[in-house]
């Protein structure tokens, strides 16, 4: 008997992994029992973590732009920002759905730089009271390690046509050139934030330096200077977006277990490879 028992306890050691392995399966793919039989009329996105890739959650805003049931899209933002290329995507993205339906960014922990610049074009934007809003700007960032090369006995060689094509190098200190270089793209890249900023938002541009010129506010002084448009929780934001969607009786999409599983893997991954490399990409 004990020795049934031992092998057991020792079959059970051997397969643990791949009990809850099954068990995962089984979570993600059982159905819903509480699945309403009503069609969901108002969508969650939500947009986490550092923005390196925009094709998830552009694929939700497309989805949910051609869904005839969904009739408005709460978009709940909680990230420090990330790339310019993606942010825009995402920013113009909402552009287009709110000409469709309605849309509520919704800050529930930051809504900084890159992650703003997303929210900017939902019809109201609401904080939560803890919430950081802001960063309005651009920053491009390299290492020189000359010394440490010199240090090792490493010694680069390059061919190179075109003056800036070693712009941002970290082989060693940029030239005059190169540094003017580099600061006017991301003055372009600023000009371009700030602009889109206050087309939005409907603020005076030639008063960028209240709310851009990289400012980091409070949700109440966010509103102060007219970056969002309320400091409240989520549920008032939920409220809000049923009133502007005319919707009597909610039902939010759920989404798919298993999808929503994998993209949020890979967006913890990109955020974490983003946070390590060492990139010359203009950062918002």
């Known amino acids: 008997m004990f020795k049934a028992i031992s092998n057991v306890i020792k079959w059970i050691g051997q397969h643990f992994m791949g009990m809850i ?12 029992p509480t699945t309403p039989t009503n069609p969901a009329n108002l969508q969650e996105i939500k947009l986490s973590g550092v923005i390196m890739d925009s094709d998830a959650v552009v694929k939700q805003i497309e989805e949910a732009q051609k869904d005839i049931n969904i009739k408005g899209v709460l978009l709940t933002v909680n990230s420090p920002g990330g790339a310019v290329p993606p942010s825009i ?14 849309v509520i960014a919704y800050a529930s922990g930051i809504m ?12 109201k934007i609401i904080a939560n009271p803890g919430s950081i ?45 190169e540094r003017a ?36 506010f409070s949700a109440q002084r966010a509103m102060s200077v007219g970056l969002i448009d309320a400091v409240s929780i989520k549920s008032t934001a939920k409220r809000e977006l049923q009133e502007l969607a005319k919707v009597a009786k909610p ?7 298993f999808q929503s599983f994998v993209e949020q893997f890979e967006t913890k991954a990109l955020s974490h490879i983003g946070g390590y490399l060492s990139s010359l990409k203009s950062i918002l």
């Open 181 to 216: 270089e580099l600061e006017q793209l991301t003055l372009d890249t600023y000009n371009l934030f700030v602009g889109d900023v206050a087309t939005a938002r409907g603020l005076d541009i030639n008063n960028s330096s209240a709310y851009a010129d990289a400012h980091i």
């Open 21 to 32: 392995f099954l068990l995962i399966l089984f979570l993600v793919f059982s159905p819903n």
């Open 89 to 102: 995507e995402i920013s113009y993205a909402i552009k287009e759905l709110k000409k469709h339906k309605p």
């Open 112 to 123: 900084a730089s890159g992650s703003y610049y997303s929210s900017i074009y939902a019809n």
């Open 133 to 177: 809003v802001g960063s309005i700007g651009v920053i491009m960032e390299s290492l020189n390690i000359k010394e440490l090369l010199d240090t090792i006995g490493v010694k680069p060689q390059i061919v190179q046509q075109g003056i800036y094509k070693q712009a941002g190098t970290p082989m060693r200190e940029w030239t005059p050139k």
């Open 251 to 257: 039902q939010w999409k759920k989404r798919d277990k």
